[in-house]
Protein backbone atom coordinates (compact mmCIF):
# COMPACT_ATOMS: atom_id res chain seq x y z
CA UNK A 1 0.00 0.00 0.00
CA UNK A 2 0.84 3.17 -0.23
CA UNK A 3 0.78 6.97 1.18
CA UNK A 4 -1.21 9.59 -1.26
CA UNK A 5 -0.76 13.09 0.51
CA UNK A 6 -3.43 15.47 0.29
CA UNK A 7 -2.79 18.92 1.50
CA UNK A 8 -5.68 21.36 2.60
CA UNK A 9 -5.04 24.72 1.30
CA UNK A 10 -8.23 26.32 -0.04
CA UNK A 11 -9.12 28.67 3.31
CA UNK A 12 -9.18 32.14 3.25
CA UNK A 13 -6.69 33.47 5.73
CA UNK A 14 -9.21 36.27 6.73
CA UNK A 15 -6.51 37.80 9.57
CA UNK A 16 -3.29 38.09 7.97
CA UNK A 17 -4.81 41.07 6.09
CA UNK A 18 -3.11 40.24 3.49
CA UNK A 19 -3.36 40.23 -0.48
CA UNK A 20 -0.36 37.21 -0.49
CA UNK A 21 -2.63 34.64 0.18
CA UNK A 22 -2.24 33.04 3.31
CA UNK A 23 -0.16 29.45 2.38
CA UNK A 24 2.24 32.02 0.17
CA UNK A 25 3.89 33.64 3.24
CA UNK A 26 7.10 32.94 4.19
CA UNK A 27 8.64 31.16 6.58
CA UNK A 28 12.22 31.37 6.78
CA UNK A 29 12.54 32.45 2.99
CA UNK A 30 9.84 29.80 1.65
CA UNK A 31 6.33 29.42 1.66
CA UNK A 32 4.68 28.12 4.22
CA UNK A 33 2.75 25.63 1.60
CA UNK A 34 6.28 24.78 -0.07
CA UNK A 35 7.62 23.31 3.64
CA UNK A 36 4.47 21.21 3.28
CA UNK A 37 5.21 19.94 -0.20
CA UNK A 38 9.04 19.51 0.73
CA UNK A 39 7.85 17.33 3.88
CA UNK A 40 5.44 15.06 1.97
CA UNK A 41 7.88 14.66 -0.58
CA UNK A 42 10.02 12.81 1.39
CA UNK A 43 7.03 10.69 2.44
CA UNK A 44 5.95 9.23 -0.53
CA UNK A 45 7.18 8.71 -4.16
CA UNK A 46 3.15 9.66 -5.15
CA UNK A 47 2.77 13.37 -6.35
CA UNK A 48 1.10 15.40 -3.28
CA UNK A 49 -2.27 16.59 -4.29
CA UNK A 50 -3.10 20.11 -3.02
CA UNK A 51 -6.71 21.36 -2.57
CA UNK A 52 -6.46 24.93 -3.34
CA UNK A 53 -9.61 27.25 -3.44
CA UNK A 54 -9.70 31.14 -2.45
CA UNK A 55 -6.39 32.87 -4.66
CA UNK A 56 -6.13 29.33 -6.32
CA UNK A 57 -4.40 31.34 -9.59
CA UNK A 58 -1.66 32.84 -7.45
CA UNK A 59 -1.12 29.83 -5.25
CA UNK A 60 -1.15 27.83 -8.60
CA UNK A 61 1.81 29.98 -9.84
CA UNK A 62 3.28 30.28 -6.99
CA UNK A 63 3.99 26.31 -6.85
CA UNK A 64 4.27 25.76 -10.61
CA UNK A 65 7.66 24.32 -10.73
CA UNK A 66 7.21 21.50 -8.04
CA UNK A 67 5.73 17.96 -8.95
CA UNK A 68 2.25 18.42 -6.92
CA UNK A 69 -1.60 18.01 -8.26
CA UNK A 70 -3.50 20.23 -7.93
CA UNK A 71 -7.35 20.28 -6.94
CA UNK A 72 -9.95 23.16 -6.87
CA UNK A 73 -12.48 23.25 -4.10
CA UNK A 74 -14.62 26.65 -5.56
CA UNK A 75 -16.69 26.89 -2.72
CA UNK A 76 -14.90 26.13 0.99
CA UNK A 77 -17.88 24.09 2.63
CA UNK A 78 -15.27 22.92 5.23
CA UNK A 79 -12.54 20.60 5.67
CA UNK A 80 -14.63 17.38 4.51
CA UNK A 81 -15.68 18.84 1.39
CA UNK A 82 -12.23 19.74 0.61
CA UNK A 83 -10.62 16.49 1.15
CA UNK A 84 -13.38 14.79 -1.10
CA UNK A 85 -12.69 17.32 -3.79
CA UNK A 86 -9.07 14.48 -3.77
CA UNK A 87 -10.72 11.51 -3.67
CA UNK A 88 -11.43 11.21 -7.22
CA UNK A 89 -8.09 11.57 -7.92
CA UNK A 90 -7.20 8.77 -5.09
CA UNK A 91 -6.41 5.22 -6.11
CA UNK A 92 -8.87 3.19 -3.19
CA UNK A 93 -5.40 0.84 -2.22
CA UNK A 94 -3.95 3.96 -1.27
CA UNK A 95 -3.40 5.37 2.13
CA UNK A 96 -4.41 8.68 2.42
CA UNK A 97 -2.25 11.18 4.68
CA UNK A 98 -4.06 14.39 5.36
CA UNK A 99 -1.85 17.60 5.93
CA UNK A 100 -2.26 21.21 6.03
CA UNK A 101 -0.59 24.30 3.68
CA UNK A 102 -0.95 26.47 6.75
CA UNK A 103 0.67 24.08 9.21
CA UNK A 104 3.97 24.22 7.65
CA UNK A 105 6.57 22.93 10.23
CA UNK A 106 5.23 18.95 10.63
CA UNK A 107 8.20 17.20 10.66
CA UNK A 108 9.34 14.23 8.33
CA UNK A 109 9.96 12.05 11.72
CA UNK A 110 6.44 12.83 13.31
CA UNK A 111 4.59 11.49 9.78
CA UNK A 112 7.15 8.50 9.20
CA UNK A 113 6.56 7.68 13.22
CA UNK A 114 3.10 7.99 12.08
CA UNK A 115 2.69 6.02 8.93
CA UNK A 116 4.73 3.01 10.85
CA UNK A 117 2.24 2.67 13.94
CA UNK A 118 -0.95 2.68 11.76
CA UNK A 119 -1.76 -0.99 10.76
CA UNK A 120 -3.92 -1.52 7.58
CA UNK A 121 -7.38 -0.94 7.12
CA UNK A 122 -7.20 1.21 10.82
CA UNK A 123 -7.42 4.81 11.20
CA UNK A 124 -4.09 7.00 12.95
CA UNK A 125 -4.00 10.62 13.95
CA UNK A 126 -1.70 13.04 15.69
CA UNK A 127 -3.35 14.56 19.17
CA UNK A 128 -1.37 16.78 21.58
CA UNK A 129 -1.99 18.04 24.97
CA UNK A 130 -2.38 21.81 25.20
CA UNK A 131 -2.24 24.12 28.05
CA UNK A 132 -4.91 26.03 26.34
CA UNK A 133 -6.52 24.16 24.02
CA UNK A 134 -8.71 27.24 23.01
CA UNK A 135 -9.97 26.81 19.26
CA UNK A 136 -9.31 23.19 18.51
CA UNK A 137 -11.35 20.41 18.12
CA UNK A 138 -11.01 18.52 21.11
CA UNK A 139 -10.44 14.21 21.18
CA UNK A 140 -12.92 12.24 23.25
CA UNK A 141 -12.44 8.92 24.92
CA UNK A 142 -14.07 6.39 26.62
CA UNK A 143 -13.08 4.79 30.01
CA UNK A 144 -10.71 2.48 27.88
CA UNK A 145 -9.32 5.63 26.54
CA UNK A 146 -10.28 4.63 23.12
CA UNK A 147 -10.99 7.35 20.80
CA UNK A 148 -14.62 7.80 20.35
CA UNK A 149 -15.03 11.65 18.56
CA UNK A 150 -13.41 14.68 17.89
CA UNK A 151 -15.79 17.67 19.11
CA UNK A 152 -15.21 20.76 17.51
CA UNK A 153 -15.15 24.05 20.00
CA UNK A 154 -17.90 25.55 18.38
CA UNK A 155 -20.07 22.82 19.04
CA UNK A 156 -18.75 21.42 22.38
CA UNK A 157 -20.55 21.87 25.69
CA UNK A 158 -18.50 23.46 28.93
CA UNK A 159 -17.25 20.01 29.98
CA UNK A 160 -15.92 19.16 26.82
CA UNK A 161 -14.30 22.24 26.34
CA UNK A 162 -12.02 21.83 29.46
CA UNK A 163 -10.63 18.84 27.38
CA UNK A 164 -6.99 19.52 26.90
CA UNK A 165 -6.13 16.53 24.00
CA UNK A 166 -6.93 18.58 20.93
CA UNK A 167 -7.05 17.65 17.44
CA UNK A 168 -3.66 18.75 14.90
CA UNK A 169 -6.12 17.52 12.28
CA UNK A 170 -3.83 15.35 11.04
CA UNK A 171 -4.74 11.60 9.96
CA UNK A 172 -3.77 8.88 8.09
CA UNK A 173 -6.95 7.03 6.77
CA UNK A 174 -7.60 4.07 4.32
CA UNK A 175 -8.79 5.65 0.39
CA UNK A 176 -11.34 3.06 0.73
CA UNK A 177 -12.80 4.33 3.67
CA UNK A 178 -12.74 8.10 2.93
CA UNK A 179 -14.66 6.71 -0.15
CA UNK A 180 -17.42 5.35 1.80
CA UNK A 181 -17.48 8.00 4.66
CA UNK A 182 -16.99 11.59 2.68
CA UNK A 183 -19.74 11.75 0.70
CA UNK A 184 -22.29 11.23 3.34
CA UNK A 185 -21.02 13.73 5.82
CA UNK A 186 -23.71 16.01 7.11
CA UNK A 187 -23.05 19.83 7.77
CA UNK A 188 -25.84 19.94 11.13
CA UNK A 189 -23.29 21.79 13.25
CA UNK A 190 -22.60 24.95 14.51
CA UNK A 191 -20.39 26.37 11.45
CA UNK A 192 -22.73 24.45 8.56
CA UNK A 193 -19.68 22.83 7.55
CA UNK A 194 -18.59 19.27 6.47
CA UNK A 195 -16.65 17.97 8.80
CA UNK A 196 -13.45 15.97 8.30
CA UNK A 197 -13.30 15.12 12.11
CA UNK A 198 -16.84 13.54 11.93
CA UNK A 199 -14.64 10.20 10.34
CA UNK A 200 -13.59 9.41 13.40
CA UNK A 201 -17.19 8.88 15.07
CA UNK A 202 -17.86 6.94 11.70
CA UNK A 203 -14.53 4.73 12.20
CA UNK A 204 -15.59 4.26 15.51
CA UNK A 205 -19.04 2.81 15.04
CA UNK A 206 -17.30 0.31 12.41
CA UNK A 207 -14.87 -0.71 14.85
CA UNK A 208 -11.82 0.36 13.37
CA UNK A 209 -9.44 0.69 15.61
CA UNK A 210 -7.58 4.33 15.79
CA UNK A 211 -4.10 4.93 16.63
CA UNK A 212 -3.02 8.31 18.05
CA UNK A 213 0.58 9.77 18.04
CA UNK A 214 2.28 12.91 19.97
CA UNK A 215 4.14 15.13 17.60
CA UNK A 216 7.67 15.51 18.80
CA UNK A 217 7.60 19.12 19.05
CA UNK A 218 4.12 21.04 20.20
CA UNK A 219 5.27 23.83 17.02
CA UNK A 220 4.76 20.91 14.68
CA UNK A 221 1.32 21.04 14.60
CA UNK A 222 0.72 24.77 15.37
CA UNK A 223 -1.29 26.69 12.81
CA UNK A 224 -0.66 30.15 11.19
CA UNK A 225 -3.75 32.23 11.34
CA UNK A 226 -1.69 35.80 11.98
CA UNK A 227 1.40 37.27 11.66
CA UNK A 228 2.04 36.72 15.36
CA UNK A 229 1.56 33.01 14.94
CA UNK A 230 3.82 32.89 11.73
CA UNK A 231 6.38 34.84 13.75
CA UNK A 232 6.82 32.43 16.76
CA UNK A 233 7.13 29.85 14.22
CA UNK A 234 9.95 31.28 11.96
CA UNK A 235 11.44 31.81 15.50
CA UNK A 236 10.86 28.00 16.27
CA UNK A 237 12.29 27.20 13.22
CA UNK A 238 15.19 29.53 13.11
CA UNK A 239 16.20 28.24 16.61
CA UNK A 240 16.31 24.83 15.15
CA UNK A 241 18.45 25.80 12.32
CA UNK A 242 20.53 27.09 15.45
CA UNK A 243 20.97 24.01 17.57
CA UNK A 244 21.30 21.93 14.36
CA UNK A 245 24.57 24.14 13.37
CA UNK A 246 25.79 24.19 16.76
CA UNK A 247 25.63 20.36 16.90
CA UNK A 248 28.07 20.22 13.95
CA UNK A 249 30.79 22.16 16.13
CA UNK A 250 29.80 25.92 14.70
CA UNK A 251 30.29 28.48 17.06
CA UNK A 252 27.18 30.97 17.11
CA UNK A 253 27.90 33.97 19.24
CA UNK A 254 24.20 34.11 19.78
CA UNK A 255 22.08 31.38 18.41
CA UNK A 256 18.81 33.79 18.79
CA UNK A 257 20.39 36.18 16.23
CA UNK A 258 21.23 33.59 12.56
CA UNK A 259 18.73 33.19 10.26
CA UNK A 260 19.02 30.42 7.71
CA UNK A 261 16.69 30.43 5.14
CA UNK A 262 17.66 27.41 2.84
CA UNK A 263 20.78 25.03 3.47
CA UNK A 264 23.81 25.73 5.45
CA UNK A 265 26.55 22.93 4.97
CA UNK A 266 29.20 23.42 7.36
CA UNK A 267 32.59 21.91 8.00
CA UNK A 268 34.76 22.00 11.42
CA UNK A 269 35.30 25.27 13.41
CA UNK A 270 33.06 27.28 12.07
CA UNK A 271 32.51 30.96 13.96
CA UNK A 272 29.28 32.96 13.37
CA UNK A 273 28.80 36.23 14.95
CA UNK A 274 25.61 37.82 15.01
CA UNK A 275 22.99 38.87 13.03
CA UNK A 276 24.31 36.55 10.45
CA UNK A 277 21.81 35.27 7.42
CA UNK A 278 22.44 32.43 4.90
CA UNK A 279 20.08 31.90 2.33
CA UNK A 280 19.50 29.93 -0.37
CA UNK A 281 22.47 27.06 -0.49
CA UNK A 282 25.47 27.86 1.43
CA UNK A 283 28.60 25.39 1.93
CA UNK A 284 31.03 26.67 4.57
CA UNK A 285 34.63 25.17 4.86
CA UNK A 286 36.81 24.69 7.57
CA UNK A 287 38.00 27.54 9.74
CA UNK A 288 35.85 29.73 8.40
CA UNK A 289 35.07 33.02 10.14
CA UNK A 290 31.89 35.24 9.28
CA UNK A 291 31.56 38.72 10.68
CA UNK A 292 28.39 40.26 12.28
CA UNK A 293 25.66 41.24 10.07
CA UNK A 294 26.85 39.34 6.91
CA UNK A 295 24.72 38.40 4.38
CA UNK A 296 25.49 34.89 2.37
CA UNK A 297 23.56 33.54 -0.11
CA UNK A 298 24.02 30.82 -2.81
CA UNK A 299 27.67 30.92 -1.93
CA UNK A 300 30.22 28.18 -1.24
CA UNK A 301 33.45 29.57 0.72
CA UNK A 302 36.32 27.29 1.00
CA UNK A 303 38.63 26.71 4.40
CA UNK A 304 39.88 29.15 6.90
CA UNK A 305 38.31 32.19 4.95
CA UNK A 306 37.10 35.63 6.90
CA UNK A 307 34.07 37.06 5.76
CA UNK A 308 34.30 40.62 7.68
CA UNK A 309 31.55 42.50 9.00
CA UNK A 310 28.67 44.23 6.99
CA UNK A 311 29.51 42.07 3.85
CA UNK A 312 27.34 40.98 1.38
CA UNK A 313 27.89 37.52 -0.84
CA UNK A 314 25.67 36.71 -3.45
CA UNK A 315 26.19 33.40 -5.89
CA UNK A 316 29.99 33.18 -5.30
CA UNK A 317 32.67 30.69 -4.71
CA UNK A 318 35.28 31.50 -2.98
CA UNK A 319 38.61 29.51 -2.18
CA UNK A 320 40.66 29.01 0.65
CA UNK A 321 42.19 32.05 2.95
CA UNK A 322 40.53 34.93 1.36
CA UNK A 323 39.70 37.79 3.37
CA UNK A 324 36.36 39.65 2.48
CA UNK A 325 35.15 42.83 3.73
CA UNK A 326 34.05 44.65 6.01
CA UNK A 327 31.77 46.12 4.17
CA UNK A 328 32.15 44.49 0.86
CA UNK A 329 29.27 43.53 -1.83
CA UNK A 330 29.97 40.10 -3.97
CA UNK A 331 27.30 39.52 -6.46
CA UNK A 332 26.39 36.21 -8.77
CA UNK A 333 29.17 34.28 -10.86
CA UNK A 334 31.98 35.64 -9.01
CA UNK A 335 34.90 33.41 -8.60
CA UNK A 336 37.58 34.02 -5.71
CA UNK A 337 40.97 32.20 -6.12
CA UNK A 338 42.76 31.28 -3.07
CA UNK A 339 44.13 34.61 -0.66
CA UNK A 340 42.18 36.87 -2.31
CA UNK A 341 41.29 40.46 -0.40
CA UNK A 342 38.11 42.18 -0.85
CA UNK A 343 38.00 45.19 1.33
CA UNK A 344 36.07 47.76 2.21
CA UNK A 345 33.42 49.07 -0.64
CA UNK A 346 34.34 47.58 -2.80
CA UNK A 347 31.71 45.67 -5.24
CA UNK A 348 33.02 42.67 -7.49
CA UNK A 349 30.18 41.23 -10.15
CA UNK A 350 30.74 38.22 -12.50
CA UNK A 351 34.42 38.58 -12.29
CA UNK A 352 36.89 35.77 -11.69
CA UNK A 353 39.85 37.17 -9.14
CA UNK A 354 42.95 34.82 -9.24
CA UNK A 355 45.07 33.95 -6.21
CA UNK A 356 46.79 36.59 -4.05
CA UNK A 357 45.22 39.42 -5.62
CA UNK A 358 43.80 42.27 -3.64
CA UNK A 359 41.20 44.74 -3.91
CA UNK A 360 41.25 47.00 -1.28
CA UNK A 361 39.02 50.04 -1.05
CA UNK A 362 36.43 51.28 -2.93
CA UNK A 363 36.20 50.01 -6.31
CA UNK A 364 33.56 48.40 -8.47
CA UNK A 365 34.97 45.49 -10.48
CA UNK A 366 32.75 43.88 -13.15
CA UNK A 367 33.06 41.28 -15.38
CA UNK A 368 36.66 41.31 -15.16
CA UNK A 369 39.44 38.81 -15.29
CA UNK A 370 42.29 39.45 -12.72
CA UNK A 371 45.11 37.51 -12.78
CA UNK A 372 47.55 36.60 -9.77
CA UNK A 373 48.75 38.86 -7.22
CA UNK A 374 47.55 41.88 -8.82
CA UNK A 375 46.80 44.67 -6.66
CA UNK A 376 43.99 47.23 -7.94
CA UNK A 377 44.30 50.19 -6.11
CA UNK A 378 41.95 52.27 -4.01
CA UNK A 379 39.02 53.27 -6.61
CA UNK A 380 39.52 51.98 -9.20
CA UNK A 381 36.41 51.26 -11.20
CA UNK A 382 36.01 49.13 -14.36
CA UNK A 383 34.42 50.92 -16.78
CA UNK A 384 32.01 47.59 -18.10
CA UNK A 385 29.08 49.06 -19.46
CA UNK A 386 28.60 51.79 -22.56
CA UNK A 387 24.78 51.96 -22.18
CA UNK A 388 24.52 48.81 -24.77
CA UNK A 389 26.19 45.91 -23.54
CA UNK A 390 28.43 44.87 -20.91
CA UNK A 391 32.66 44.63 -21.71
CA UNK A 392 35.21 43.04 -20.26
CA UNK A 393 38.28 43.86 -18.41
CA UNK A 394 41.44 41.50 -18.25
CA UNK A 395 43.91 42.31 -16.47
CA UNK A 396 47.17 40.02 -16.13
CA UNK A 397 49.73 38.65 -13.57
CA UNK A 398 51.71 40.87 -11.24
CA UNK A 399 49.61 44.28 -12.71
CA UNK A 400 49.61 47.09 -10.27
CA UNK A 401 46.80 49.64 -10.95
CA UNK A 402 47.04 52.64 -9.35
CA UNK A 403 44.55 54.15 -7.21
CA UNK A 404 41.16 56.28 -9.13
CA UNK A 405 42.23 54.47 -12.29
CA UNK A 406 39.15 54.01 -14.61
CA UNK A 407 39.72 50.92 -16.89
CA UNK A 408 37.23 52.01 -19.92
CA UNK A 409 36.38 48.04 -21.17
CA UNK A 410 36.79 45.88 -23.47
CA UNK A 411 40.44 46.62 -22.13
CA UNK A 412 43.46 44.59 -21.21
CA UNK A 413 46.43 45.47 -18.58
CA UNK A 414 49.05 43.03 -19.91
CA UNK A 415 51.08 41.10 -17.27
CA UNK A 416 53.12 42.97 -14.91
CA UNK A 417 52.18 46.42 -16.21
CA UNK A 418 51.64 49.18 -13.93
CA UNK A 419 49.37 51.81 -14.14
CA UNK A 420 49.67 55.33 -13.06
CA UNK A 421 47.50 56.72 -10.15
CA UNK A 422 44.33 58.25 -11.74
CA UNK A 423 44.28 56.94 -15.16
CA UNK A 424 41.57 56.69 -17.52
CA UNK A 425 42.96 53.81 -19.85
CA UNK A 426 40.64 53.23 -22.83
CA UNK A 427 43.61 51.32 -25.27
CA UNK A 428 45.91 47.95 -23.63
CA UNK A 429 48.46 47.99 -22.35
CA UNK A 430 51.84 46.32 -22.52
CA UNK A 431 53.11 44.34 -20.24
CA UNK A 432 55.97 45.28 -17.60
CA UNK A 433 55.73 48.86 -18.67
CA UNK A 434 54.28 51.87 -16.90
CA UNK A 435 51.33 53.75 -18.42
CA UNK A 436 49.21 56.63 -17.23
CA UNK A 437 47.14 59.23 -19.07
CA UNK A 438 46.96 62.47 -16.71
CA UNK A 439 46.77 66.15 -17.84
CA UNK A 440 50.01 68.04 -16.67
CA UNK A 441 49.75 69.71 -13.57
CA UNK A 442 50.38 73.34 -13.13
CA UNK A 443 50.54 76.15 -10.74
CA UNK A 444 49.40 79.93 -11.94
CA UNK A 445 51.96 81.93 -10.00
CA UNK A 446 50.66 84.93 -7.99
CA UNK A 447 47.02 84.15 -8.47
CA UNK A 448 44.64 85.19 -5.85
CA UNK A 449 41.14 84.27 -4.84
CA UNK A 450 38.49 86.38 -5.46
C1 LIG B 1 -9.80 22.05 12.04
C2 LIG B 1 -10.40 20.85 12.69
C3 LIG B 1 -10.15 20.92 14.20
C4 LIG B 1 -8.68 21.01 14.46
C5 LIG B 1 -8.07 22.18 13.70
C6 LIG B 1 -6.58 22.11 13.80
C7 LIG B 1 -12.32 20.31 11.31
C8 LIG B 1 -13.78 20.36 11.19
N1 LIG B 1 -11.80 20.83 12.42
O1 LIG B 1 -10.51 23.18 12.55
O2 LIG B 1 -10.68 19.79 14.84
O3 LIG B 1 -8.45 21.16 15.84
O4 LIG B 1 -8.42 22.12 12.30
O5 LIG B 1 -6.01 23.25 13.27
O6 LIG B 1 -11.66 19.76 10.45
N2 LIG B 1 -9.78 24.15 4.48
C9 LIG B 1 -10.02 23.96 3.14
N3 LIG B 1 -11.31 23.98 2.68
C10 LIG B 1 -12.35 24.20 3.50
C11 LIG B 1 -12.11 24.41 4.87
C12 LIG B 1 -10.81 24.36 5.33
O7 LIG B 1 -9.10 23.75 2.35
O8 LIG B 1 -13.49 24.20 3.01
C13 LIG B 1 -8.40 24.12 4.96
C14 LIG B 1 -7.97 25.50 5.44
O9 LIG B 1 -7.27 26.17 4.42
C15 LIG B 1 -7.07 25.19 6.61
C16 LIG B 1 -7.54 23.83 7.12
O10 LIG B 1 -8.33 23.28 6.09
O11 LIG B 1 -5.74 25.02 6.19
C17 LIG B 1 -8.30 23.91 8.42
O12 LIG B 1 -9.48 24.64 8.21
P1 LIG B 1 -10.12 25.53 9.32
O13 LIG B 1 -11.41 26.02 8.83
O14 LIG B 1 -9.14 26.51 9.80
O15 LIG B 1 -10.40 24.45 10.45
P2 LIG B 1 -10.42 24.68 11.99
O16 LIG B 1 -11.68 25.37 12.34
O17 LIG B 1 -9.16 25.27 12.43
CA1 LIG C 1 -7.50 26.64 11.57
Not at 180 to 187: G, I, S, T
Not at 313 to 339: H, Q, S, W, Y
Request: net charge neutral; hydrophobic share 40%; charged share 25%.
Amino acid sequence: MSTQVVILAAGQGKRMYSHIPKVLHLLAGKPMLTHVIDTAFTLSDKKPIVVIGHHAHEVRDAIKQLDVALVEQSEQLGTGHALLQALPFIADEDNVLVLYGDVPLISTTTLKKLLSVTQVNTLGMLTAYLHNPQGYGRIKRDHQQKVISIVEEKDATDEERKITEINPGIYLVAAKLLKKWLPNLKNHNAQKEYYLTDIISLAVRENIFISTIEPEYIEEIAGVNDCVQLAFLERFYQRQMAKSLMRKGVTLADPERLDVRGEVVVARDVVIDINVIFEGKVQIGEGCTIGANSILRNTTLGNHVQVQPFSMIDGATIADKCVIGPFARIRPETTLAEAVHIGNFVEVKKSHIDQGSKANHLSYIGDAEIGKRVNVGAGTITCNYDGVKKHKTIIGDGAFIGSDTQLVAPVTVGEGATIGAGSTITDDTPPHELTLSRAEQKTIKGWKRK
